[in-house]
């Protein structure tokens, strides 16, 4: 960063401010010479530095927050929802992340910019305060987010914010109770449908988003609902396991497992001993089923290779149906 600029609180640098400054054609040759990053007219930052830790969606959703922070500074008092809010609240989806900011609209008339979606009103609605920036609450962000974003964006998030695992005493962003009682309270509203869609596939025992995509797939080809986070002792490592879906009437186990698993954060010597735990776990499990596998998130985007797993697991799969995402 060059430190002439004068910066916000957030590390921006805004036009208005080097003009003022009389720094306009030092702001020119700063984004020439890549120093600083156009975010949204009249904002700029310093790219985002490399790190290998970080995976592409992960560095997309830091790009679209930082569209969405960047964005006070240039609207009159928004209140983000749909998308810009989820990425505030820090929840996950599947796919892009649109190029607008999601903001509601004062009244019940929306209208879309360029930059911009106004979202209509569908009635009173709660706001937060995340990291100095009005949302909408956890509740109507999802919401409307299921009303806009397709079935396997909005479940991945979803699943996200009602994510508690039987292993963990952390708190749920929301609750199922909660999220039926906002979209029951909003009816009728345009896109209910949609809501209903996702409410009635989600669940607070997907670990990760690979695990929600992987029940859409099944879905998909009338492969048996499972049991999630099925408790499994492991008599070989003295603890008790969990395992991502289990299906009892063939007594088959399978575990999602994305790259993050291995490759995120610490060391290189942690993530081996990870490697290592992980092999161990599923040797494990392996003895104690009739049947296991894995897959990661190439075998599940093409389909086909989840589908030749889940059938060597001994599980009856039927022909494709309609592709949820």
Avoid: N
Avoid at 74 to 88: E, G, K, L, Q
Avoid at 183 to 209: C, I, K, N, Q, W
């Amino acid at each position: 960063m060059h430190s002439e600029f004068l910066t916000t609180k957030e590390g921006f640098v805004l036009a208005r401010d080097a003009r003022a400054a009389g720094l306009a054609s030092s702001l020119a040759a700063a984004v020439s010479d890549g120093a600083l990053e156009r975010v949204r007219r009249g904002v700029y930052r310093a790219p985002l530095p490399s790190d290998p830790a970080l995976s592409r969606p992960q560095r997309a959703a830091l790009r679209y927050r930082a569209q969405v922070m960047a964005a006070p500074h240039t609207m009159r008092s928004p209140i983000f929802t749909s998308y810009s809010a989820a990425v505030i609240h820090g929840l996950p989806i599947i796919g892009e992340w649109p190029a607008e900011v999601y903001v509601m609209a004062p009244d019940r008339h929306g209208h879309r910019r360029r930059t911009a979606v106004s979202v209509a009103r569908i009635g009173e609605f709660a706001v937060a305060s995340v990291d100095g920036v009005v949302v909408t609450s956890v509740e109507h962000t999802l919401i409307q987010l299921c009303r806009h974003a397709s079935l396997g964006a909005a479940l991945v998030a979803v699943d996200a914010a009602l994510r508690a695992m039987p292993w963990e005493t952390t708190t749920p962003s929301t609750t199922i109770e909660r999220l039926t009682a906002e979209h029951e309270r909003l009816r009728p509203y345009a896109g209910s449908r949609r809501t209903d869609a996702v409410l009635r596939r989600a669940t607070s025992l997907a670990d990760t988003p690979l695990e929600t995509c992987s029940r859409l797939v099944m879905e998909e080809f009338g492969v048996p609902e499972p049991t999630l986070q099925h408790r499994l002792w492991l008599p070989e490592l003295g603890e008790w396991g969990y395992l991502d879906f289990y299906w009892p009437q063939f007594d088959a186990g399978g575990e999602a497992d994305g790259d993050g698993k291995y490759l995120g954060g610490g060391s290189g010597a942690a993530s081996a001993r990870t490697v290592v735990r992980e092999k161990k776990r599923g040797a494990a499990a392996r003895r104690r089923l009739r049947a296991f596998d894995r897959w990661d998130w190439p075998e599940m985007w093409a389909r086909t290779p989840l589908v030749h797993r889940l059938r060597r697991l001994g599980l009856p799969v039927g022909a494709r149906r309609l592709r949820l995402f």
